[in-house]
């Protein structure tokens, strides 16, 4: 018999998800959440009211548990979450200082990390508008790396848009293997971003405008490079806009890049527009600053909506 058709949401994002333990200024308790910077996106994308799938491995854990009930809570499609009985799902530990957040991770030999360029879901992707992966979705294995890349072949034969996020983290990975395995998933991308300091280690060059050609050079057709409080530069080969943030009032920052890429891919795949979708973007990334953890502090399109029009 044939096998079912693939029903694919319009935004799938794929990498590895992290049980989150927050600790906040002050406090001796590490509060639970969720966090991973590709489950991030597909929530808040979700809260953008997108259709939005996850491409992933969990343990049979009760952590992994947590993330499928999250999921679920959210509004993301599970159907191509793998469940792994031989390998954990990854933690992390967030505390903060007066440097701002740090990070401390469990997650070697995750169930995510093992996951084989064979078991990739190809008809999900290929049924999608955009997938959505990152640097460290590729970082956490040599066949994690190789998964990715099976991704981004498929998306690319297919026609399937493909957003990817520089996301540097060199505890992963030295600097010289980060630099081959993104660009060369660069190259392969429609949509890419970086912040400037991922892009002052990846390329050398600290201007944002330099930072854009290097990597429109490429082959993206839209580059984004977020500057923290000085906004986000947006670039196409045709023309480029610096969008200024919105004033808020940051305690965390632990997922405002992840909720900008949510809220980017979705307002992007309804306007066509990058500017106009980096500038809806920029305020879901500053509202999320506003609370602790990665997911709790996402906002919803009608909170974005109202930071927009200045009724907040």
């Not at 599970?78 to 200082?97: E, L, M, Q, W």
Request: negative net charge.
């Amino acid at each position: 018999m044939p096998s079912p058709a693939v029903t694919s949401p319009d935004i799938v994002c794929i990498g590895e998800p992290l049980f989150e333990l927050n600790q906040a200024k002050g406090d001796i308790v590490f509060r639970p959440g969720h966090g991973g910077d590709t489950s991030n996106c597909a929530i808040a994308a979700a809260r953008q009211g997108a259709s939005v799938g996850y491409v992933t491995a969990v343990g049979t854990d009760n952590f992994g548990e947590s993330f499928l009930d999250l999921w679920k809570a959210e509004g993301v499609d599970t159907s191509a979450v793998k469940r792994d009985g031989n390998a954990p799902t990854g933690i992390y530990f967030v505390t903060h200082g007066p440097e701002g957040h740090v990070f401390s991770y469990r997650r070697a030999g995750s169930a995510a990390s093992r996951l084989l360029p064979e078991e990739l879901p190809a008809d999900y992707i290929r049924g999608a508008k955009v997938i959505h992966t990152s640097g460290i979705s590729q970082a956490i294995s040599s066949q994690a790396a190789d998964f990715v890349f099976a991704a981004l072949r498929t998306a690319k034969e297919a026609g399937t848009l493909v957003s990817y996020d520089t996301n540097l983290r060199l505890r992963l990975w030295p600097i010289d293997r980060a630099r081959a395995v993104i660009h060369a998933a660069a190259a392969l991308s429609d949509i890419l971003k970086t912040s400037s300091d991922d892009a002052e280690a990846l390329t050398g060059e600290t201007d944002p405008d330099k930072i854009a050609d290097f990597y429109l050079g490429l082959g993206p057709k839209v580059v984004i490079v977020t500057r923290g409080a000085d906004g986000a530069l947006v670039a196409t080969p045709e023309k480029r806009l610096v969008i200024p943030a919105i004033s808020v009032k940051p305690v965390d920052a632990t997922g405002a890049g992840d909720t900008f890429d949510g809220a980017f891919l979705t307002e992007y795949l309804r306007s066509e527009d990058p500017f106009a979708a980096a500038r809806y973007a920029n305020a879901a990334a500053g509202l999320a600053t506003e609370g602790y953890g990665a997911v709790a502090p996402m906002p919803t399109r009608s909170a974005v909506e109202a930071a927009l029009a200045g009724r907040r």
